[in-house]
């Protein structure tokens, strides 16, 4: 009795014994490094905000360092030299002044008005900049464009999409996007040269699309225009 025991004994501790030395099963998860975004890959979402008081085209190559944002953020009372624009245009970088004017009320409907550049004048600039930070009323942006092409692509899939309820285009080539843009069937194109017929041109064609041809015009006219188009 005492030997059947001492066996059962033995047998019960060797048990445990080998219980406790097997390995624990745990599932198997592949090693997965976290993904990170290409330096060089574009950030349409993130906006890189710029807090110095002057604004040139070696200081945001310095500050962007390499990386494709898609939006910057300017301080509001920078000076933006003309190699800044330059800059902008030419990466294709949609910037607005960092004020909380410019940014959308999510408590009020918002009308969206877009310009589209492709004669990067300095009246234009400075108008576009002055529209956007005073916005009359309305949320305004812009986009720096590289020619007539891209921009009639642009103005006619923006207002076929419904994403704008006017657009502004600034070119040298005016009555060219003006002719080609007017196809599309939702586009009603003109060239504008006098603030007193935007009120006109909306009220007997719903002018939606409006084409300036910036040269050789001021600050004041252009900003002008944009304030008139931009009334509902």
């Known amino acids: 009795m005492t030997a059947v ?14 219980h406790r030395l097997r390995p624990t099963a745990h599932p198997v998860r ?12 574009p950030q349409p979402s993130v906006t890189f905000a710029i807090t110095d008081r002057v604004v040139t085209a070696e200081l ?37 002044r960092n004020t909380a004017e410019a940014a959308p009320n999510p408590n009020k409907p918002m009308t969206h008005w877009k ?45 076929n999409r419904g994403e704008v309820s006017g657009l502004a ?3 040298d080539h005016a009555e060219l996007i003006a002719c080609r843009a007017n196809r599309s069937e939702r586009v009603n194109a003109a060239v504008v040269s006098d603030v007193q017929l935007i009120s006109v041109l909306k009220q007997y064609m719903q002018l939606n699309l409006m084409v300036v041809r910036p040269s050789g015009r001021s600050f004041f006219e252009l900003r002008n225009l944009l304030k008139e188009f931009g009334k509902s």
């Open 169 to 171: 285009v600034f070119a």
């Open 30 to 41: 592949a090693a997965v490094a976290p993904t990170r975004p290409s330096p060089l890959a």
């Open 60 to 96: 945001l190559a310095s500050r962007l360092n390499g990386q494709k944002w898609a939006k910057v953020a300017i301080c509001p009372k920078a000076v933006i030299t003309p190699s800044a624009f330059d800059y902008l245009r030419t990466h294709k970088i949609v910037w607005h």
């Open 115 to 159: 310009a589209l550049i492709v004669s990067a004048t300095p009246g234009v600039l400075q108008a576009i900049e002055h529209t956007e930070s005073q916005a009359f009323g309305k949320q305004w942006s812009h986009e720096l464009l590289g020619g007539v092409d891209e921009a009639i692509s642009a103005a006619t899939s923006a207002i």
């Open 5 to 18: 025991l001492d066996e059962k004994l033995v047998e019960s501790i060797v048990g445990e014994v080998m």
